[in-house]
Each structure stands twice: as C-alpha cells, then as structure tokens.
Nanobody, 116 residues
Framework: QVQLVESGGGLVQPGGSLRLSCAAS????????MTWYRQTPGKQRELVAA???????NYADSVKGRFTITRDNSKNTVYLEMNNLKPEDTAVYYC??????????WGQGTQVTVSS
C-alpha cells in the first residue's frame, strides 16, 4: 500500500519559515519524481516545486528564491523549506509522487497559514 504522509504545516507570521516533509512508503522512492503542490479554496491546485529522480529542481516563479525542495532517498522523504513566507503562501500543501503519467500518488495535504 502506497502512503505519502505530509507534516510540518502550521501557523506562521509573515517573514517566517516552515519546513514541510513528505514521507513515502510502498514505492521505490528513488525512481519517483516528487512535487509539492498547493491549493486554496476555489482555485486549482498549483505546482510549487518539483525534484526529479536525478535531483533536478523546478520552482513556480512565485516561490523562487524563497522555497527549496530537497530529497533524501535514504529516508524516502522529500522536503520543502519555505522562507520569507507571505500571506499569499497560505494554502493546503500536497505531496505528489510520480513515476509516469499513469502512475502517481498524492498525500493527504498539510495546512500552511501565514498570518499575523
């Protein structure tokens, strides 16, 4: 059974930092591209940051220079380091593991709220 379990969300003040984690089980983690998405009510889920199995990264323009995605294949975990958080970063953040267009999995999401 495949599981992706996100953690690390919470309430933070503008300018603060959070580190999200997504622990995977039931897959050969090192073969999967891992992506963080986020979604706010009434909007489509949007890509935040991605990392390929080879370690190549990609970021949404809105988070470049503030967020960093990394992976630790020995721990089957992908991380999203979020710095200088802004109120517009408030969303539910989801982890996605993708092997192909037909083989992919989602986590349950973790809430990030940026507010003073």
């Amino acid at each position: 059974q495949v599981q992706l379990v996100e953690s690390g969300g919470g309430l933070v003040q503008p300018g603060g930092s959070l580190r999200l984690s997504c622990a995977a089980s039931g897959i050969i983690f090192s073969r999967y591209a891992m992506t963080w998405y986020r979604q706010t009510p009434g909007k489509q889920r949007e890509l935040v940051a991605a990392i390929t199995s080879g370690g190549t990264t990609n970021y949404a323009d809105s988070v470049k220079g503030r967020f960093t995605i990394t992976r630790d294949n020995s721990k089957n975990t992908v991380y999203l380091e979020m710095n200088n958080l802004k109120p517009e970063d408030t969303a539910v953040y989801y982890c996605n593991a993708k092997l192909s267009t037909t083989i992919f999995y989602w986590g349950q999401g973790t809430q990030v709220t940026v507010s003073s």
